[in-house]
């Protein structure tokens, strides 16, 4: 069974890819011809409010900023753009000139808190290099130490993922290990699982697909060609920043928090005092719709999907965190590890300590 917000994605792809479809094949049936000039309103109409109305409605709405829907009908513009014959968008240059007021506006804000973030570079890598972490992320360091310096915003974790990516994809192959705290257990979760070469896979697939498919796309729109490749290569320094996030970036246990962090995408720091209950899972493959959406799910993904080893509840609401700043409350957590045993009992001690101390107490 998908889950809700699976399902939201699903039907937000097929209805743009309706809406595009329609829009490109309006134009290109010779059959319909002459078209009016006032067929281009109506495309505008769909690109620019239309698409906006179902990416709020299906993916923003109770859980993003309201702030991305001018880059949503910018975005529609652009494809318009591409879209529509010559000629046709002449009466309607106006439209135009107010989405880029309004981009423009937005961007200079976002221009001023990247322009701190540049003035403040140097004392930014010095927080990264002289703070002391308790836990070897390289993401969890920068993000500290950005917010050390800048005001918290969206572009601000947005950054702090970029970053983070640039570094895992590109300057973290001659790393072979973080350098982990005192006091603090590791526990790997991908040597007996096939996920790297899962991501070797698409990795390789991705690379003949963007070669043979940007030929294809650059004979018939050069602009869509260039849009495509770099598309294409922004997904493969993800891959390559996930695979090796994976491998640096273990679970780690220290007694008084358990870090579980998963490749590049999502991150839980969860007290152990916050622990209700840790076992081995007995449960379906499959939840429901409403367990799913409170579930922080650290099973990598693979060939074949494999069931937890633990599920672990904890007594109040933990606030998971993701790639780019997007936040979600969960109130239990689902993982397999390389060692379940060691894992077991190193997490049981720590438990059973908080709860006798609190009994002490």
């Given at each position: 069974?998908?889950?809700?917000?699976?399902?939201?994605?699903?039907?937000?792809?097929?209805?743009?890819?309706?809406?595009?479809?329609?829009?490109?094949?309006?134009?290109?049936?010779?059959?319909?011809?002459?078209?009016?000039?006032?067929?281009?309103?109506?495309?505008?109409?769909?690109?620019?409010i239309l698409l906006p109305l179902i990416t709020y409605f299906l993916i923003l709405r109770k859980?993003?900023?309201?702030?991305?829907?001018?880059?949503?009908?910018?975005?529609?513009?652009?494809?318009?753009?591409?879209?529509?014959?010559?000629?046709?968008?002449?009466?309607?240059?106006?439209?135009?000139?107010?989405?880029?007021?309004?981009?423009?506006?937005?961007?200079?804000?976002?221009?001023?808190?990247?322009?701190?973030?540049?003035?403040?570079?140097?004392?930014?890598?010095?927080?990264?290099?002289?703070?002391?972490?308790?836990?070897?992320?390289?993401?969890?360091?920068?993000?500290?130490?950005?917010?050390?310096?800048?005001?918290?915003?969206?572009?601000?974790?947005?950054?702090?993922?970029?970053?983070?990516?640039?570094?895992?994809?590109?300057?973290?192959?001659?790393?072979?290990?973080?350098?982990?705290?005192?006091?603090?257990?590791?526990?790997?979760?991908?040597?007996?699982?096939?996920?790297?070469?899962?991501?070797?896979?698409?990795?390789?697939?991705?690379?003949?697909?963007?070669?043979?498919?940007?030929?294809?796309l650059h004979s018939w729109n050069e602009a869509i060609a260039i849009?495509?490749?770099?598309?294409?290569?922004?997904?493969?320094?993800?891959?390559?920043?996930?695979?090796?996030?994976?491998?640096?970036?273990?679970?780690?246990?220290?007694?008084?928090?358990?870090?579980?962090?998963?490749?590049?995408?999502?991150?839980?720091?969860?007290?152990?005092?916050?622990?209700?209950?840790?076992?081995?899972?007995?449960?379906?493959?499959?939840?429901?719709?409403?367990?799913?959406?409170?579930?922080?799910?650290?099973?990598?993904?693979?060939?074949?999907?494999?069931?937890?080893?633990?599920?672990?509840?904890?007594?109040?609401?933990?606030?998971?965190?993701?790639?780019?700043?997007?936040?979600?409350?969960?109130?239990?957590?689902?993982?397999?590890?390389?060692?379940?045993?060691?894992?077991?009992?190193?997490?049981?001690?720590?438990?059973?300590?908080?709860?006798?101390?609190?009994?002490?107490?």
């Open positions: 069974m998908f889950t809700l917000r699976k399902t939201r994605w699903l039907s937000f792809g097929v209805l743009l890819l309706f809406i595009l479809a329609s829009n490109v094949l309006i134009y290109r049936f010779d059959a319909l011809a002459p078209l009016p000039k006032e067929v281009a309103l109506g495309s505008l109409i769909d690109l620019i859980r993003h900023s309201l702030k991305y829907l001018p880059l949503v009908a910018l975005a529609g513009y652009a494809m318009a753009l591409l879209i529509i014959p010559d000629g046709f968008l002449a009466p309607y240059s106006f439209v135009s000139y107010i989405l880029l007021i309004g981009e423009g506006t937005f961007i200079m804000v976002e221009l001023y808190i990247a322009l701190k973030i540049i003035t403040k570079l140097p004392s930014i890598i010095k927080s990264f290099r002289t703070a002391p972490s308790y836990i070897p992320s390289f993401s969890y360091r920068m993000e500290q130490a950005l917010r050390q310096h800048v005001a918290p915003s969206r572009l601000l974790d947005v950054i702090s993922s970029e970053i983070t990516m640039l570094y895992y994809s590109l300057f973290s192959w001659r790393t072979k290990q973080h350098q982990v705290p005192l006091n603090t257990q590791t526990f790997t979760y991908h040597k007996k699982t096939s996920a790297i070469a899962f991501y070797i896979m698409v990795a390789h697939g991705l690379v003949l697909e963007s070669v043979g498919f940007h030929f294809l849009i495509s490749l770099l598309l294409n290569l922004y997904t493969l320094l993800f891959l390559l920043a996930e695979m090796r996030a994976i491998t640096l970036c273990p679970f780690m246990m220290t007694d008084e928090h358990l870090y579980l962090q998963v490749g590049i995408r999502k991150q839980l720091i969860v007290p152990i005092d916050e622990i209700k209950s840790f076992h081995y899972y007995d449960g379906p493959e499959k939840l429901s719709k409403n367990e799913s959406s409170h579930l922080f799910d650290a099973v990598l993904t693979d060939f074949t999907r494999e069931k937890p080893t633990f599920e672990i509840e904890f007594h109040t609401p933990q606030e998971a965190v993701s790639m780019y700043g997007f936040k979600k409350k969960i109130t239990k957590a689902h993982l397999r590890v390389d060692e379940p045993e060691a894992f077991f009992q190193s997490l049981n001690k720590y438990v059973q300590e908080v709860n006798d101390r609190q009994m002490n107490s």
